[in-house]
Nanobody, 129 residues
């Protein structure tokens, strides 16, 4: 099993930055992929970024490309989401998720919730104008 704990959320003004952390514990050696998602009440969960742990390949949603960066620190079993130039529309609950099984076409599937079998509880990000 895998446990994920997010932190780093908060309130920030538009144009500001935040760094979210996702600490992965449990069967971390079996985690192939980590994804960051966000959700606003009443809307579908949106894939923000994904990373292939063993290869380092990263993927981003169009709405955050160029502003957000996903990275990993294997020594700390932590995946980060650095968010810059934040906009009010980035306001959401942010979740990290882990996928244990190997996906040959992860580059096309990374933003789909069903790829991931384990989820954290989320951390709230609020961006004011």
């Amino acid at each position: 099993q895998v446990q994920l704990v997010e932190s780093g959320g908060g309130s920030v003004q538009a144009g500001g930055s935040l760094r979210l952390s996702c600490v992965v514990s449990g069967s971390t050696s079996n985690s192939n992929y980590i994804g960051w998602f966000r959700q606003v009440p009443g809307k579908e969960r949106e894939g923000v970024a994904g990373i292939y742990i063993n290869g380092g390949n990263t993927y981003y949603g169009d709405s955050v490309k160029g502003r957000f960066t996903i990275s990993q620190d294997n020594a700390k079993n932590t995946v980060y989401l650095q968010m810059r130039s934040l906009k009010p529309e980035d306001t959401a609950m942010y979740y990290c998720a882990a996928a244990l099984q190997y996906w040959a076409n992860y580059s096309r599937l990374w933003g789909l919730s069903y790829v991931y079998g384990f989820w954290g509880q989320g951390t709230q990000v609020t961006v004011s104008s």
